[in-house]
Structures are given as C-alpha cells and as structure tokens.
C-alpha cells in the first residue's frame, strides 16, 4: 500500500468529498492560499465560490455555516487552531450542538469544524489547546481525533457527509507523518475504535498524538512489558466496548490525554472502565495528562504536557513495578 502524509491524507479527503457532492464548501480565514496546508490547490479546483476566503471573525463564520448548513450545504470550517474554537463558542459549541434538538431533529446541521490542535510545538498557552474534554461536553458534537494519516483520511471523509456537527482535531506534530492509505475509496465509521498493538499485559488507551508516543514506548517497553495501545479514534461517540474487551484481557489500564488531567477524556473513560469492568481490574487504573496549569512556552513546556517518561512510568507503576 502507498505511503501518504497525514497532512496530504487531509487533502485528498477534502478534494474527493468536494468531487463527489457539490453542497460541501470551504471557508475560513487565508483558505485559498492554504495557509494550514489543508486547503492547498483547491481555489484552482472548485473556484472561489466553494472555497472561500472570510473576514478575521470565527463568530462570523461559524454563523455563516450553520446558515449554510440549514440550507442544505455541508460546510468545512477552517478555524486554524482549536484556541479559536472559544471565539466562535457561542456558534460552535452552543448553537451548532443544540439546534437539531432544540428543533425536534426536523433540520440537520452537517458542519465540520476544522482545528489544529495540540503543543508540543513552543507555542505557550494561547496556540497549544488539545480541549476535548470541553468538546465531549457538549451534547450534540462528535469528536474525531486521528492519529495516524489513514485514520485521518478515512474519518473526515465519514465526518464531511454526517448529518450532524462534527469537531475534528488535527495534530499539529503529526502533520507530516507518514502511514499506509488506501488509493481506493474508503469511510472509517464513527465509534469504532482501533487496536494499534496488540499485547497481554497492560492495556494503554491514546489518541491522536499521544497514541504515536504510547507505541514509541510500547516499542521501548518491548521484551519487559508487552503493551496494548487501543485508539478510540472519536471520543464522540466513544467506543467504551472495545477498551473494556482489552480491559478483561490485560487487567490493567493506563490512560493517556493530552488534555488536562482534572476533569479531563482519561477521568471520563477511567470511570466507564470502573462501571463496566472493575472485576477485571487487577490494578488502580492510571492516568497520564497534562498539569491544570497553562501550557507554558519553549523550555517549559515539558513541566506541563505529558511526556514518553511519564507513559512509561504509570505503566510500571499498574505494573507493581514501582
């Protein structure tokens, strides 16, 4: 099979879901110079009617898609990076969630909200948001979170025709990551998980780029500890199934998010855990995220979001090896 970048993965999702229903458009702020990349080469494509340049307002152009969205075409906003979502939050996380409810699900409202998302990158506490929790929230919003360029791929083109508001986060650190995806068409559904390595001892739970890191030190742990990475993949709809299926065979679990630990994904899914299997449990779960502080920028930065270390030692630690 080919490999493709995660970022090029993006692309061709975009491009071939623009082809196949003329009601998908996209908007956002520099789109039609690609300036995250995502939208590179589409203006010469589609024109600028379907990719569209706005104003310096995510208020602004969340509103305008959901008007759109009401009127039968299926928007792709591009907010850059997930900090903007709070611009926009009224639309966003409020409005967008609520609507098909609120109007007793005679309307849809099929609206992608694209957002870079994550540290990592030295950017300090304005620019290095990863808020799924405050996305799983907000009844009403899917959260699709890829970690690898075929799940990207697969996932956007599954959230572009769904009929409801779908938050979908792009890493920034693995932007440029290279995995296999299929020249075939292909949907990943929403709400089933992946099991990126299989193992018997401990089960280690992980999106987007923290599950890259879980398998790095899957890969270091190799020979002492054999390490099961389960990758939820959405966090909404979230596949507790499968997690408790790994669960009763490893009897112990770590949890790893790069969203804050206080009331964060790993406290959420630690507790479905405990409901649905605690007689399995042969350990207290662990959880590994980041500090309730601001990330802070360049050197600090590792003080505040979890790091390879921090994986490998909660994973001892479930292991009694500590």
Known sequence: MRQTMYLLAIHEALEEEMRRDETV?????????????????????????????????????????????????????????????????????????????????????????????????????????????????????????????????????????????????????????????????????????DIKREGKDVTVVATSYMAKLALDVAQELEGRIDVEVVDPRTLEPLDIDTIVASVRKTGRVVIVDEDTKRCGVGAEIGMQIMEKAFDSLDAPIQRVGAANYPIASVLMEQYILPQPKDIVAAIEAVMGRR
Not at 74 to 84: A, G, K, N, Q, Y
Not at 85 to 106: K, M, Q, Y
Not at 153 to 174: M, S
Request: proline share 8%.
């Open 25 to 193: 458009f996209y908007l956002g702020e520099s789109v039609r110079v690609g300036l995250m990349g995502t939208s590179m080469g589409l203006l010469e494509k589609f024109g600028p009617e379907r990719v569209m340049d706005t104003p310096l307002s995510e208020h602004a152009i969340a509103g305008v898609a959901i008007g759109a969205a009401l009127t039968g075409y299926r928007p792709i906003v591009d907010l850059m990076l997930t900090s903007f979502l709070w611009a926009c939050a009224d639309e966003s996380l409020v409005t967008a969630p609520e609507w098909r409810f609120i109007h007793g699900g005679i309307q849809t409202l099929p609206i992608v909200f694209l957002a870079g998302s994550g540290g990592y990158m030295k950017m300090g506490p304005d620019h290095s948001m990863h808020p799924a929790a405050t996305v799983m929230h907000r009844p009403g919003m899917k959260l699709a979170v890829p970690s690898t360029p075929y799940d990207a791929k697969g996932l956007l083109k599954t959230a572009i025709r769904d009929n409801n508001p779908v938050c979908y986060f792009i890493h920034l650190q693995l932007m440029t990551a290279m995995g296999e995806v299929p020249e075939e068409e292909y949907t990943i559904p929403f709400g089933v998980a």
